[in-house]
């Protein structure tokens, strides 16, 4: 029977000056019927999308002064992390070149800044408990004044 409908379709538009025959009505009729149950997806089986991970200029255009000051670290690094001393950004805003000190477990492991490498990596984030910390003031020992 589709055959026949399928051959009708293909005559008339031989008719109508030589139109081709639509892509959509072969489908309608090589397509199976589908099942009430097959046109709606069931919520278990939708995957929740995944979020896109962010390399370290993208971390840090989110923190004050683009995070110069601020801890990053790679996502599987323990206990290494970078202070960001120097960004030098592309045009585009998205990608570029970063400088800072290696800290190790909180401690300071270099003296001098050196090239971060990677910083186009999709894997950097915020490390918040190691960062700019306000400077320690004197007014908890009391100063002595001379006289």
Same mark, same amino acid.
């Given at each position: 029977?589709?055959?026949?409908?399928?051959?009708?379709?293909?005559?008339?538009?031989?008719?109508?000056?030589?139109?081709?025959?639509?892509?959509?009505?072969?489908?309608?009729?090589?397509?199976?019927?589908?099942?009430?149950?097959?046109?709606?997806?069931?919520?278990?089986?939708?995957?929740?999308?995944?979020?896109?991970?962010?390399?370290?200029?993208?971390?840090?255009?989110?923190?004050?002064?683009?995070?110069?000051?601020? &801890?990053?670290?790679?996502? &599987?690094?323990?206990?290494?992390?970078?202070?960001?001393?120097?960004?030098?950004?592309?045009?585009?805003?998205?990608?570029?070149?970063?400088?800072?000190?290696? &800290?190790?477990?909180?401690?300071?492991?270099?003296?001098?800044?050196?090239?971060?490498?990677?910083?186009?990596?999709?894997?950097?984030?915020?490390?918040?408990?190691?960062?700019?910390?306000?400077?320690?003031?004197?007014?908890?020992?009391?100063?002595?004044?001379?006289?």
């Amino acid at each position: 029977m589709a055959a026949s409908l399928v051959k009708r379709a293909v005559s008339r538009t031989e008719t109508l000056g030589g139109l081709r025959l639509s892509f959509n009505l072969l489908r309608n009729f090589s397509a199976p019927a589908a099942s009430p149950s097959s046109e709606k997806p069931s919520s278990e089986s939708i995957k929740p999308k995944r979020k896109k991970k962010k390399n370290l200029i993208e971390v840090a255009q989110f923190l004050p002064n683009w995070g110069i000051g601020y &801890h990053m670290a790679k996502a &599987h690094w323990n206990g290494i992390s970078y202070e960001i001393t120097k960004i030098n950004l592309y045009k585009d805003g998205k990608h570029g070149k970063a400088w800072g000190i290696v &800290h190790k477990d909180g401690l300071r492991a270099a003296e001098a800044p050196k090239k971060i490498s990677g910083v186009h990596k999709r894997c950097w984030k915020y490390i918040p408990n190691l960062s700019k910390t306000a400077p320690a003031t004197n007014s908890a020992t009391p100063e002595v004044q001379a006289s």
